[in-house]
């Protein structure tokens, strides 16, 4: 069970892979929120996908419907074990609850709380600060199960959808409290097409069009509107063939550590880097020091003041970035470091 969204449950990757390389004959299902469970499209150590809305973690737009509850329980009936990854704010006593229910001998969490008797094989909490990856792995290895890669991996379609090199730009996360604003982070994307002579994906759901006027405008003719036009899996493959991405802490930046793609991320003050930060080297985090960090928080009551940064920020930290990951290209790069020094000298 890995019950938030697509972003958490990539993060379980190195867990689901552990398992099937140590049970490779195990049917494994992974139950996961409605968003959560397009992830499985990306994670071939999943057999099956049982998606559910639990009550517990539920903001407000479930009816009370015991009939409903009872349905999860019976769905759950005829399974040997239950996994519960959880993050360090949540409990796994009330997963662990509904599949004591459904009489599922083995059930494994990690739990704050003490003396809970729902879970059949409980570990004390680890330090809050621990990242989510390793807080999933910890999980599994305390009942045995050895871990031969720590990395988080995923798989898609070996497809080309671009046949130039280009940014992937992902400017909006469900989350208020996460977004930078969409007009520098188009302004960024178009001093950094203009200085690389790229192209720029800007990706997004359905959802997002009502918002992406502004970044489409400011990006012009360097833009490719590609807003709900992907499927997961196709959105992986677009950022796995990215020169950079940007992005702000969502689930492309998981995807992006996945794929080893570098990307500049727009990271809020809502939570501690060192829980869910990239870890494979390709990345760097921006955000300005602010005395509510973290807040944990889904709406900003101060302006996303941990998120006023200016878009030559952005510029600047690509290229940096782009001079380390790409020895091939780096006197191509510093020769537009100059440039763009130049122009903010002149400026």
């Not at 959808?161 to 604003?181: E, G, K, M």
């Not at 990307?263 to 005395?291: V, Y």
């Not at 290209?329 to 510093?334: K, M, W």
């Amino acid at each position: 069970m890995r019950l938030d969204n697509i972003g958490d449950v990539i993060m379980t990757s190195p867990a689901l892979r552990s398992i099937k390389e140590n049970l490779p004959e195990t049917k494994l299902t992974l139950i996961a929120s409605p968003g959560g469970s397009l992830a499985a499209a990306v994670l071939p150590w999943v057999d099956e996908v049982l998606t559910w809305r639990v009550l517990w973690q539920d903001l407000g737009r479930l009816p009370f419907d015991p009939a409903r509850e009872w349905q999860l329980v019976e769905k759950l009936r005829g399974f040997d074990a239950v996994i519960i990854f959880t993050s360090f704010s949540q409990s796994p006593h009330p997963a662990a609850f509904v599949s004591c229910l459904a009489e599922i001998p083995l059930r494994l969490g990690e739990s704050k709380e003490t003396g809970g008797a729902m879970l059949t094989h409980e570990i004390a909490a680890a330090p809050d600060d621990l990242h989510q990856v390793e807080r999933n792995l910890r999980l599994i290895e305390s009942v045995g199960f050895e871990v031969r890669d720590r990395s988080l991996e995923i798989q898609f379609p070996n497809i080309n959808l671009i046949d130039q090199p280009y940014i992937v730009l992902n400017a909006w996360t469900s989350c208020q409290s996460r977004n930078y604003d969409a007009n520098r982070f188009a302004i960024a994307a178009k001093q950094l097409a203009t200085l690389t002579g790229w192209k720029v994906a800007v990706t997004g759901v359905e959802k997002d069009r009502d918002r992406a006027g502004i970044v489409l405008e400011v990006l012009g003719d360097c833009a490719i509107d590609l807003i709900g036009k992907t499927s997961l899996s196709e959105l992986a493959a677009l950022i796995a063939d990215a020169e950079l991405m940007l992005s702000n802490n969502t689930s492309t930046m998981h995807i992006a550590d996945a794929t080893k793609t570098p990307s500049i991320i727009m990271f809020a003050g809502t939570e501690l880097e060192c829980q869910w930060e990239p870890r494979s080297g390709f990345a760097r985090l921006l955000r300005q020091p602010t005395d509510c960090h973290p807040c944990y928080a889904f709406e900003c009551p101060y302006n996303l003041e941990c998120l006023d940064i200016e878009p030559d920020e952005i510029v600047r930290s690509a290229l940096e970035l782009l001079q380390q990951v790409s020895p091939k290209h780096r006197g191509t790069l510093i020769e537009m470091q100059n440039r763009f020094a130049d122009k903010l000298a002149i400026g």
